[in-house]
């Protein structure tokens, strides 16, 4: 039987504006629109946030698993455009960090995408991009009110 949760993302914002993502071992269609929806929602809120794609369990994407999250991604817009300021990605794998290294000089964001070892070193970097980012800032000029817990 297979697992239902794995098309559920496990999204954790009790860290707001840090949102911890983890990757599962298992990837699914149903699963990479769920996250799409999911992470595109938090761009509604109008708040500027940077996201950690914790992705140590998961195993390396199959060409298939790989295809479908473009397809999926080319489909829609990506996800926080406007008000995500930064995405890290935890993985243990050194050719997947060079590859999505590569992949990041290649597709232009608005936001900087950076793959780290340690998933502790991507919160760290995530929250400092965060600080930094004029997206901290409303259109007031007020700071946003949520500051990222260490």
Do not use: C
């Not at 707001?16 to 983890?22: A, D, T």
């Not at 698993?65 to 890290?88: C, E």
């Not at 997947?96 to 070193?121: D, E």
């Amino acid at each position: 039987m297979p697992d239902s949760s794995a098309a559920i993302p496990n999204i954790d914002l009790s860290r707001w504006p840090l949102v911890q993502v983890h990757w599962p071992k298992t990837l699914d269609r149903e699963f990479v629109d769920a996250f799409l929806s999911a992470t595109a929602s938090l761009s509604r809120r109008g708040e500027a946030y940077a996201i950690v794609i914790n992705k140590h369990d998961a195993p390396l994407p199959t060409a298939a698993n790989r295809k479908m999250i473009a397809d999926r991604i080319s489909q829609n817009p990506p996800p926080g455009v406007g008000t995500l300021v930064a995405s890290a990605v935890a993985l243990q794998s050194s050719l997947l960090r060079g590859a999505l290294t590569a992949i990041s000089w290649l597709i232009k964001r608005k936001y900087p995408v950076r793959a780290f070892t340690s998933h502790t070193a991507a919160i760290r970097w995530a929250r400092a991009e965060w600080l930094r980012s004029e997206l901290a800032t409303d259109l007031s000029g007020a700071r946003n009110s949520a500051t990222p817990s260490s």
